[in-house]
């Protein structure tokens, strides 16, 4: 079992539709992030969660909304998304994030969902 | 501000040879973590190594060592013994300071490596 799960794997979904995407973590991590990749641009931090508070939001768009309900669970729900948010969403967690120590805690992340928008 | 470079897009080696990924980066942040990542074609993001800012001794991790030259701020991949199952794109990334404020991991825009048979 990977430490982080992502579902789903695949999702293709229209611009009007409303999907979530889900994260678990099972290694007892306090920060959890949402990552986009896309083609030939480097990894954009979206959200990140520590302790179940929203501690940093990166200019995100409205269309994407996190939920951080547990230390162990994270969505990410869309809705009226563009065809260029299409790309590969990835979920990270991390030992801890604000602390002395945090700079060498290294990410662990899911197998990401591939988001295709029509 | 920070930043992280790589300056190679794509690069080939030859199975059971050695090879260099390069890694440049920029902060003014006294405490900082150094990470490669691995990237297979299926998706996942595969931790592989890590080198502090005060570590004196350069990481290593079976295949995988760091080459960290904090005067020069770089931080090079090497790979022993390639296999083909390292064909894949690698990420050099940083963590913040703590006290920095921000909770931004930088990423450069990677490596493709492919190992040729």
């Known amino acids: 079992e990977t430490g982080v799960t992502q579902t789903p794997r695949h999702l293709v979904m229209g611009m009007t539709n409303k999907k979530s995407l889900k994260c678990e973590q099972h290694?007892?991590?306090?920060?959890m992030y949402w990552y986009k990749q896309s083609a030939k641009k480097p990894l954009e931090l979206m959200f990140v969660?520590?302790?179940?508070?929203?501690?940093e939001n990166n200019s995100v768009p409205s269309r994407f909304s996190p939920e951080c309900p547990n230390s162990s669970h994270l969505f990410l729900h869309l809705h009226t998304l563009q065809p260029e948010d299409s790309a590969l969403y990835l979920c990270?967690?991390?030992?801890?994030?604000?602390?002395?120590?945090?700079?060498?805690?290294?990410?662990?992340f899911g197998n990401g969902t591939r988001l295709t928008v029509t | 501000a920070q930043k992280i470079t790589q300056t190679q897009p794509g690069m080939f080696v030859q199975e059971k040879e050695a090879v260099t990924l390069d890694c440049t980066y920029d902060?003014?942040?006294?405490?900082?973590?150094l990470f490669w990542y691995k990237q297979p074609s299926s998706g996942e993001m595969i931790f592989l190594i890590y080198?502090?800012?005060?570590?004196?001794q350069n990481a290593t991790e079976g295949r995988y060592s760091l080459n960290f030259q904090k005067a020069r701020k770089s931080a090079n991949l090497v790979i022993s013994a390639s296999q083909l199952g390292d064909s894949a794109m690698y990420f050099c990334?940083?963590?913040?300071?703590?006290?920095?404020?921000?909770?931004?991991?930088?990423f450069g825009t990677g490596t493709r490596l492919k190992v040729l048979a």
């Open positions: 990334a940083m963590s913040p300071e703590a006290t920095s404020g921000t909770y931004k991991y930088i």
């Open positions: 969660y520590s302790l179940e508070e929203r501690v």
């Open positions: 902060t003014s942040d006294q405490s900082y973590g």
């Open positions: 290694l007892g991590h306090n920060a």
């Open positions: 080198q502090g800012s005060y570590d004196e």
């Open positions: 990270a967690s991390s030992r801890e994030v604000g602390h002395q120590s945090s700079y060498n805690s290294p990410l662990h």
